[in-house]
């Protein structure tokens, strides 16, 4: 395709190659050596269909869609979020008056920024406990539930481990990893401690452009985002089809069925070049992050439905009036998109 000594191959291995429950072993036997194979210029692997029978050696998601609307008791809409800016230099304590802020406007979530780990200006311990109380206050001045995706990301898995221990004792309800650069031996322990002890996990993707953005070599991201469903992960960054990250609407609406459907049927028009049956593996709600702000709501409910998180960063801390406002101006758009959507009036048509 695109080129005249340019193919698409398919390949079979036999499940016995493969060590059950790890997704480590799976890329290091299907990505590994050939991809530096003198013989060829470049490599891509676009796609994998992943037998039942493997599917069933993996815990998969921490929790999943269904379980995630109980823990939160919020149904019927996208789930929103907001990652807090500055990225690097807050303080701990000001940090948590942003997630504050926030949270008390309406948001649902907020997030740790991906480079956001233990910094000398600010503690992991320190953003852990100052986030935990944004939360608790938050939660008793609007009567919701509330969360922030405490980064438990770190240099050793013993110390990624310690960090989620730290938040479930401070009762907070989810964490977060980056699930590339943590690596997925990492993030496979992560999730089975989440699941163990009752949070969720959100998963960031910082990363994935090196291995997926190349058109000719590496992986496309619908690999990775199944290779995560496998490995474990309640949330995962997935485009957004509007913003400022790249991402066709076609091929970005093929993977995020893959990770919501139990089932999803080959589709070569959307890159799904495999029917996938996860064996009812719980699913993952694919978070637009990057670059949206309050315009793009209407497009954005169209396009994603009601299982998705929405993530607006600069698109609420922007705002002019401050956090809570910025807050207050995307839950309302929300709701009111959602309200129009149910009365059933076409958002896209009007704009």
Known sequence: PGEDNQFIAYVA?????????????????????????????????????????????????????????????????PLLGCTIKPKLGLSAK?????????????????KDDENVNSQPFM?????????????????????????????????????????????RELGVPIVMHDYLTGGFTANTSLAHYCRDNGLLLHIHRAMHAVIDRQKNHGMHFRVLAKALRLSGGDHIHGGTVVGKLEGEREITLGFV???????????????????????????????????IHVWHMPALTEIFGDDAVLQFGGGTLGHPWGNAPGAVANRVALEACVQARNEGRDLVREG
């Open 94 to 110: 000001n940090y948590g008056r942003a997630v504050y802020e926030c949270l008390r406007g309406g948001l649902d979530f907020t």
């Open 123 to 167: 503690r992991w311990r320190d953003r852990f406990v100052f986030c935990a109380e944004a939360i608790y206050k938050a939660q008793a001045e609007t009567g919701e539930i509330k969360g922030h995706y405490l980064n438990a990301t770190a240099g050793t898995c013993e110390e990624m481990i310690k960090r989620a221990v730290f938040a």
């Open 13 to 77: 291995y036999p499940l016995d190659l493969f060590e059950e429950g790890s997704v480590t072993n799976m890329f290091t036997s299907i990505v590994g050596n050939v991809f530096g194979f003198k013989a060829l210029r470049a490599l891509r692997l676009e796609d994998l269909r992943i037998p039942p029978a493997y599917i069933k050696t993996f815990q998969g998601p921490p929790h999943g869609i269904q379980v995630e609307r109980d823990k939160l008791n919020k149904y019927g809409r």
């Open 257 to 291: 069925d893959l990770l919501r459907d139990d089932f999803v049927e080959k589709d070569r028009s959307r890159g799904i070049y495999f029917t996938q049956d996860w064996v009812s593996m719980p699913g993952v709600l694919p978070v637009a992050s990057g670059g």
